[in-house]
């Protein structure tokens, strides 16, 4: 298993400014993935998180609006730039530690409202 | 697009009661997985079945897998105020077993 700390677990941002949301990882893992979840609805896939290479988008989302960066094994963070009421939703940090389209491991999610 | 859809979108049902929920999907899996979600918090896995498997348990937790009806169910026995939560199933699919795609989600409101 995985412990995953994600920070912050909320928080209230303005209109035109920035988040970023931080993911620590108590082991080394190989896939990291951040998530939105906006109200009441489901998981979406923003990205994979790739180490020591571009992260791997998928459709309808760009690594403008959404910058990510994994520096290493156990950390990675999620930008949600220029924000817009739009981007009120829950982002979520997600690991599989035992291989690729296995157990998925979640943080406690990032509650994200913008005003 | 979304993999799963569950069904019902919401259920209620009272303690100790059984509770069903049921997962269809579009495209051929690797595996389906539910996972279990508290009130707007992170998502616990709860179980995992393979494409090769028709059944499995895990405590009050039974999961089927119809691969030719593209489909699946969880059912939580004996149920507890505990289990009040919003469930997701989620496939891997066969092509791109690098991505965990879930469903809409259904939520389970266990009544006293």
């Known amino acids: 298993s995985a412990v995953i700390s994600q920070k912050p677990s909320r928080d209230i941002c303005q209109r035109g400014t920035s988040l970023t949301i931080q993911c620590q990882v108590d082991?080394?893992?190989?896939?990291m993935f951040w998530y939105r979840q906006q109200p009441g609805q489901s998981l979406t896939l923003i990205a994979t998180a790739n180490q020591g290479s571009e992260a791997t988008y998928e459709s309808g989302f760009v690594i403008d609006k959404f910058p990510i960066s994994r520096p290493n094994l156990t950390f990675s963070t999620l930008t949600v730039s220029n924000l817009s009421p739009e981007d009120s939703s829950i982002y979520l940090c997600?690991?599989?530690?035992?291989?690729?389209?296995?157990?998925?491991?979640f943080g406690q999610g990032t509650r994200l409202t913008v005003v | 697009s979304q993999q799963g859809e569950e069904d019902p979108q919401a259920l209620s049902i009272q303690e100790g009661e059984n509770a069903t929920m049921n997962c269809s999907y579009k495209?051929?899996?690797?595996?389906l997985q539910w996972y279990r979600q508290n009130s707007g918090r992170g998502l616990v896995h709860l179980i995992l079945?393979?494409?090769?498997?028709r059944e499995k348990h895990s405590g009050r937790l039974r999961v089927t897998l119809d691969t030719s009806k593209k489909s699946s169910s969880l059912l939580i026995t004996a149920s507890r105020a505990a289990d009040t939560a919003s469930y997701f199933c989620a496939t891997v699919p066969l092509n791109r077993d690098d991505k965990i795609i879930f469903g809409k989600g259904t939520r389970l409101h266990i009544l006293p």
């Open positions: 997600s690991v599989s530690s035992t291989g690729v389209g296995t157990e998925a491991f």
């Open positions: 082991s080394q893992v190989t896939m």
């Open positions: 495209t051929s899996i690797n595996n």
């Open positions: 079945i393979r494409s090769n498997e």
